[in-house]
Each structure stands twice: as structure tokens, then as C-alpha cells.
């Protein structure tokens, strides 16, 4: 679980909740000791700074590209995307998702919502997402598949081999069921 900024007690606890060992990662030797990565909620261009800060960028990169499983949402989605538009001057993404995303993409009186998605992978009940000034996916690339679409089709759930992002946050409406598709890529590669 990354742990530089954002909503990060909210992962732990779900992660901890479905059975995960949980380590909260600020340093590179942290993250040496994980199979997986959380990326949460929060603010993407602080998480780019602090990462930098704390010599993670470069090794973070390293493990999307050594296959590791992540999960990123919002702002942690932001951080997994090759392409990121609306950031601020000079800020970097980790990547490892071949999408472009929008910073901030839903209009003000938009910031914040929830909606009902149907996951077409999850099958049955839909998922409740909570959307706090979210990105949204404008392009997705062939690398990566979509995963959920608001009803007026715009992505807001991408996956690319071991790699999830979501543009809301499941963290806070009980939805485990991102959680646990992590958590089974986890496993699965151990
Ligand atoms: N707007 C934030 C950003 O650009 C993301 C918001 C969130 O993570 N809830 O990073």
C-alpha cells in the first residue's frame, strides 16, 4: 500500500478486512517486501512529488514493469496512467497503463457523485462507485481493456494484465470486489 498521501487507511483496513498482510510503503525497502501495490486516493500531483522525494519513482516504475500487481484509484489511477492531461507543469506519472486519463474531468457541479456501474467481469450486482473530482479515461490504448463505462460512455475503469485503475473510489462504499481481483493477481504470481 502506498503511503506517501491520500485516502490510505480505508485500503488498509478493506485489505486487511479480506485476509491481505498489509505494509505501508513510504521507502524503496519497504516496497521490496510486497507482492502488490495500492495506489490510493488523494491528490496525483502530490503523490508524484512525494514519490520523487522519497526515491520510489524510479523503483515503483521498475515493478509495473517487472510485472507486479497494482491497483490504483483516483489519484492512484492518475499515477498508473502512460498519459495524463490537466496535470500540473512538470508533473510525472508512474504508468503502466496504456490510457490517457483527464485529470479533474467531471464539471463542478459534477466533482463529487455516485453512480451505479454494471461490470460486465464482476456479473452481478452492480457496483456503487463514489466519484470525488475523479479523472476520467479519454483514450484507451490496445494494450489496456476497459473495464467499466459511466452510461453516458465515458471509461471509468481500465485493466491491463496485473494492472487496475478506477476513477472512483470502492474503498468508500463497501465495493470489495476490486480489492479482491488485486488480491487474486497477487496471489497468483506468488
Ligand atoms: N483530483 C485529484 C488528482 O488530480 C484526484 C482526486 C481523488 O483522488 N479523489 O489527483
Known sequence: MLALQGDVR????LLAGLGADVTLVRRPSELDAVDGLVIPGGESSVIDKLSRIFGLQRPIREAVANGMPMLGTC??????ADR???AIEGQESFGGLDVTVR????????ESFE???EIPAFGGEAVKAAFIRGP????????ASELASLPDGRVVAVEQGGILGLSFHPEITGETRFHRRFLDGVRARA
Open 136 to 143: 476520467v479515461v479519454e483514450q484507451v490504448g490496445p494494450a
Open 75 to 80: 489519484a492512484g489511477l492518475i499515477m498508473l
Open 103 to 110: 485529470r479533474n474531468a467531471f464539471g463542478r457541479q459534477l
Open 10 to 13: 480505508e485500503h488498509a483496513a
Open 84 to 86: 495524463v492531461t490537466d
Open 115 to 117: 453512480a451505479e456501474l
